[in-house]
């Protein structure tokens, strides 16, 4: 394959609220925002140097149907890699402080040996998974996350506190990745493989499948899991609430014109193609009906209104089509 997949990008969430999801995501969970299409439609970031949006939020419409993580097909979650411990420690007391206030729900709270996890809805019933790698044996395991999750989870809800402190901005590290429910899990495993060169490197107890670029690092991108629920809805992208589409990156322009032709010849249906100012991008839907997008961030200096970055400029074909 001419091509490989670099890293994961961003998540599209279309949101009830949108200055609701934008202020949690902000004040609660550390994100900033960095850009803005047309009038209610943000991009945030952790790091806007490395990554100019990890999530974006845009509006719904009214009567969509909302997130269902327990059971749609589609996006059961989307992950996030923390600094450390302590940075991970903080976004729990800040997400048990505002609960009640933002309507948002913890969910787990685990070590799992070699990370902790925390998992926790927004007021839609998106779920988020934020993890970072467990502390040394050297550290405190008093001041682990696991330990102090467990005992406040099962002393109940929180009780009313001052405002959380304003997060750390360079907590979060990392896009990681993004966890797909999926009708059939073999099908879409070979799609990833075939489409994209991805590999599973890892599976766990709940049937899990982790996906990595076939390159020999082993950083998962991509992770799928088995439907449970025979009736689950199917994504309805760009008409529901929660995910619109997801994102990965590859590392040049001229890569993205060999996932292009590998698309071509392949048989992968292509939804259409944009050019977004900071990326040039090409989406196309999964065997569940996902939209997912693969892209090529614009070196700065090329982008066509720096002062507006986020400015699209239609489809981008005819620049895929060309050969030198």
């Not at 933002?102 to 709270?109: K, P, S, T």
């Not at 993004?178 to 994209?196: G, N």
């Not at 590392?251 to 071509?264: C, E, M, P, T, Y």
């Not at 200096?301 to 239609?314: K, Q």
Request: net charge negative; aromatic share 8%.
């Amino acid at each position: 394959m001419a091509f490989k997949i670099t890293r994961a990008g961003h998540v599209v969430l279309r949101a009830t609220d949108v200055p609701r999801l934008k202020s949690f995501l902000e004040k609660i969970v550390g994100f900033s925002t960095y850009g803005r299409a047309g009038r209610d439609f943000y991009f945030l970031t952790s790091h806007p140097v490395t990554n100019h949006h990890m999530i974006a939020v845009r509006p719904g419409k009214p009567g969509e149907r909302l997130p269902d993580a327990e059971r749609q097909i589609g996006m059961a979650s989307i992950a996030y890699e923390m600094s450390d411990a302590a940075a991970l420690g903080d976004l729990y007391g800040r997400l048990r402080r505002a609960e009640a206030a933002q309507d948002c729900r913890i969910l787990a709270a685990e070590d799992r040996g070699a990370i902790h996890m925390l998992v926790f809805a927004d007021f839609d019933g998106n779920r988020y998974e934020f993890w970072c790698p467990a502390p040394g044996p050297e550290a405190e395991r008093i001041q682990s996350l696991a330990l102090r999750g467990a005992l406040d989870l099962a002393a109940g809800p929180a009780e009313p506190a001052a405002p959380p402190a304003p997060p750390a901005k360079i907590a979060i590290r990392r896009t990681s990745h993004l966890t797909l429910r999926s009708r059939d899990l073999a099908r879409a495993q070979a799609f990833y493989e075939t489409a994209l060169g991805l590999g599973v490197v890892a599976e766990d107890e709940r049937g899990r499948r982790y996906l990595a670029p076939g390159d020999g690092n082993r950083r998962i991108v991509l992770a799928l899991e088995p439907a449970r629920h025979p009736d689950a809805p199917s994504p309805t992208p760009k008409a529901m609430f929660g995910m619109e589409h997801f994102s990965l990156e590859v590392g040049s322009f001229a890569d993205l014109q060999a996932v292009w032709r590998h698309f071509k010849a392949s048989g992968v249906s292509v939804d259409h193609t944009q050019d977004h100012g900071v990326t040039a991008s090409i989406y196309f839907h999964d065997p569940d009906g996902n939209l997912m997008e693969i892209y090529h961030d614009v070196p700065r200096a090329e982008i066509a209104v720096p002062e507006d970055p986020f400015v699209s400029a239609g489809g981008i074909e005819e620049r895929l089509e060309r050969v030198g």
